[in-house]
């Protein structure tokens, strides 16, 4: 491969990986990978490498000597650069399945990124628009959680049942992305749900019913009284953002 050829190479190379993250924005798909916040960014560096790309192969076209050989070193690497390219444009891409949560876990504290501020803004939503994040946040972050008790809920989330809950009780959880679904983290709220045994692990449901108290390991969290609980669709975006 000639030098004149490499430059072209990279050029292409270059400009498939921005064209990949820009398409990934523009489905959005991109919030299977990341945090919203993070997507700026991921705009702008996509915008950069197809630029760069522009700029590689405006210079290959100044190259005067076509006789100059690319290193076989650099030969290799540009081919390797080739096989996540081709995986990201061919695999479709998916979000974390529930089943994850048997490695990772479920917890019901707020992620550390979550913001004590917010709390103010919290309080200002319906209950019944509150997410499973929220819930948790509040009860994590306010002085007087007794407030919350008999308030309504209505939640969306994935089915796990823990060892340590009752036969009438199980988790629904969601994930949260605090940077990318490398640090993936479920949370969940245990429902107080007497029909508990027909519902399918990791399924998703709706969740209805009203806020109270549950005491374990010394502390108080939110526990849900379910009314109702229906089995519905995996959300378009299953992911929650702190």
Known sequence: MTLRAGRSFQALILALMGLYLLSRIWNGNILLYINQRFVVLVFLAGLCLVVLAQFLYAERLEENNNREVLADSWKLNLWWLTIPILIGFLIPARPLSPSAVVNR????????????EDTASLLSLSPT???VLDWIRLFSYSEDI??????????TGFVFSDGRLSDSQFMVGRFTITCCVADATALGMIVEYPGFAV???HSWVRVQGTIDLLERDGRLFPMILAKSVEAVPQPEQPYLFP
């Open 199 to 201: 519902l399918k692990e």
């Open 105 to 116: 876990g479920v917890s019901m504290d707020a992620p550390l990124s979550a913001r004590i």
């Open 146 to 155: 007794q407030q919350f008790v008999g308030q309504p809920v209505d939640v």
């Open 129 to 131: 628009e509150r997410t």
